[in-house]
């Protein structure tokens, strides 16, 4: 693994810690990816307003913002549904029984069934409502599963 060295004095400790805790997506429904992501986790999301809610995680907080929020960032920033670059990751206990779970819901949607890939994850790969790419993956090898578990 290449080393980092931060500029400027920045320290991973204290206030000064960085620690990166929220992915949001921009839609136009709101509703139709609050239920799509909290049927697909298992956990409740929160809806603050019609325009925003947010999936929090232990690691993380999936947060949903309509269209409408996109004024209070400085305008046409982001376009929904139109994401071809990232995947959003869900580590799980069983890649296989979470596609049996899932089957009907994503049987249009499936990018990839459950497979083991190079780097000694198996994952499962498919598409929220908006076409945004959702990877639900589970660490295989001894070495994937030391990863994860420090």
Excluded at 10 to 28: C, E, H, K, L, P
Excluded at 30 to 39: A, I, M, S, T
Excluded at 92 to 98: L, P
Aim: glycine share 8%.
């Amino acid at each position: 693994m290449i080393g980092w060295e931060p500029a400027c004095g920045f320290s991973d400790q204290g206030a000064n810690a960085m620690n990166f805790v929220s992915v949001r997506i921009i839609t136009s429904d709101v509703q139709r990816l609050v239920r799509f992501y909290g049927e697909i986790t298992g956990m409740p999301v929160t809806v603050y307003t019609e325009d925003f809610a947010e999936l929090e995680t232990p690691a993380c907080t999936l947060a949903i913002g309509s269209t409408r929020t996109l004024m209070l960032f400085g305008g046409d920033i982001a376009r929904p549904a139109d994401n071809h670059t990232a995947i959003l990751e869900f580590r799980v206990g069983d890649v296989d029984a979470e596609f049996a779970r899932l089957s009907n819901l994503i049987k249009s949607t499936t990018v990839q069934q459950p497979t083991t890939m190079p780097w000694g994850n198996r994952s499962l790969l498919f598409r929220d409502p908006d076409g945004n790419l959702v990877n639900f993956f589970q660490p295989v090898t001894a070495e994937a599963i030391r990863k994860f578990d420090k």
